[in-house]
């Protein structure tokens, strides 16, 4: 298996072009994230991402976590690992520093997210979960929870879970029975949790779980859920350690892959109830779940972006390496990657890493705007953005994370399918990213029901049109690509607004299932379209480098080329989804369950 290489250059060209960094940093509270700062963090996350955790990425794929006499342990490195991470105050890079934070844009640590999952995927679950339950207790929790809880969080000294899903429940949350009765001050909890990452381990003293469960009176579904903090070892009022709380690890997931994350069946209360804290009302539990899950699925929707970029760059190295056959034109036989298919499948890899990227990129500066630009109304536009770019970020990158690790696999062929190469496990640890933190479908229903239906398409349309005219500036350049560029975003653009129309339509027509089956083709086609508007934005900014006389060693042309073929190949899909979605959409439900 090669290493991972961080693509600095092209991260810092999409903060700079696309996501706006210079921007954000003069916004109230993130005036030291200078280009300088900036620049020198990525290097060091680079670094980090380079030397300490790929090197670990085989190992813990083939030792895994493992359970013995009731304790969780990780693959040998990870320890190291993960003090590393400690010892340089990165868990809480975009944390407040008033709890130790370094209070960087959320944007930063995108980024530096997407380097350590592309390095090592299992490892890096453990500090994004930890980072999602400081952000749910800093958004949600009381002050005194902040002052008990965060600093450990934000260090690193802790790490943190959410603890949602129960074997008989499964995405459907309503349908949890996890029991909380109050004792006193605190709660006591009962029940038990399944497929919780990171759910125990012994890299840190303490591990903070955020639990749902239901309290004794309340009401039926949803809106009877309430969210606690039980943490594994009782904390103190002085922020000392007390005595094991009754949680417990009772077994581990065998899975298809990120074996060295431990996935942990999780039991509280086996010895009378396991004491937790309630954080803000009773019954707004999965409200304030959502706080996290939302920055979650941001995070796993990059997961999908970083395997795709690692997977892309082992089929590169591969290709360049591998000698065999004589590709159509030439004399003598030459590395693959001189065959123009194989130069196919990586120009497709390539692409649509990029567009990934740019669209990560920019919804988390869209989160930044939201919480820190001083007008209410930019706030307010910002996050409608955030929300709506949420499901599609989420659900497209990570299916075609999955995709591009399997095309990894195809250009090492027979090699890529023995685990000696190290490309097999990219696919198999990219294929639960679709799965957690929401299905696909969870994801489209959400970008269908809570983001077009409920305002009538308004921030569909809205986003749609700011593509259109950049679609139509491209189509006049004299250069022709750029023109070709803009050519293909307008076409791509019209098939969007049908797909979203004519979703719009079936809702109001009252039948509920024609919304539902065209979501996740819905959810396809604004991906790709989204995902061009971006490689346009990202064609023009190269663009108007050169014209301005910027020195390039090939890496501003390879843009505009790059955009291009995406722009040809992977934009005239939306015209065929948003043909399925009309007439493919009333078949999905014509043949009856028991003819299937």
Known sequence: ???????????????????????????PGFEEATPELVSSVLAEAGRIAEEVLSPLNRIGDRQGARLADGKVRTADGWDHAYRALVEGTWIGLANESRWGGMGLPCLVGTAVIEMWQSANMAFALCPMLTQGAANAIEACGSEEQKALYLPKLVSGEWTGTMNLTEASAGSD??????????DGDSWRITGQKIFITYGDHE???NIVHLVLARTPDAPAGVKGISLFIVPKFLVNPDGSLGVRNDVACVSLEHKLGIHGSPTAVMSFGDHGGALGTLVGEENRGLEYMFVMMNHARLNVGVQGLAIAERAYQQA????????????????QATPIVEHPDVRRILMSMKARIEAMRALAYVEAAELDRA??????????????????????????????GVDIASLGVQVHGGMGYVEETGAAQHYRDSRITPIYEGTTAIQANDLVNRKILRDKGATAHAVLVEAEALAGELSGSGDLRITAIGH????????ARRGVDWVLAAAA?????????????????????????????????????????????GFLDAKIATAWHYAETILPRAGALAVAIAGGTPTVMAVPADLL
Request: hydrophobic fraction near 50%; proline fraction near 6%; aromatic fraction near 4%.
């Open 509 to 553: 027509g009252g039948d509920a299932r024609l919304p539902a089956g065209a979501a996740v083709p819905l959810l396809d086609l604004l991906g790709v379209v989204l995902g061009g508007h971006q490689m346009a934005r990202a064609a023009r900014a190269a663009a108007a480098r050169l014209a301005a006389g910027a020195a390039d060693d």
């Open 371 to 400: 919480h820190h630009h001083p007008d209410p109304a930019e706030r307010a536009a910002a996050l409608r953005h955030a929300e709506f770019l949420n499901p599609v970020v989420k659900g497209w990158c990570t299916e075609q």
């Open 316 to 331: 590169l190295g591969y290709a360049r390496e591998r000698v065999q056959g004589r590709p159509a034109g030439q004399a």
């Open 203 to 205: 890299l840190t003293e």
């Open 1 to 27: 298996m090669s290493e991972y290489l961080p693509p600095l250059r092209d991260m810092e060209f999409v903060l700079a072009e696309l996501a706006g960094m210079e921007r954000l940093a003069a916004l």
């Open 173 to 182: 949350l309503g349908a949890i029975r996890t029991k909380a009765v109050r």
């Open 488 to 495: 293909a975003l307008a076409e791509g653009i019209d098939a």
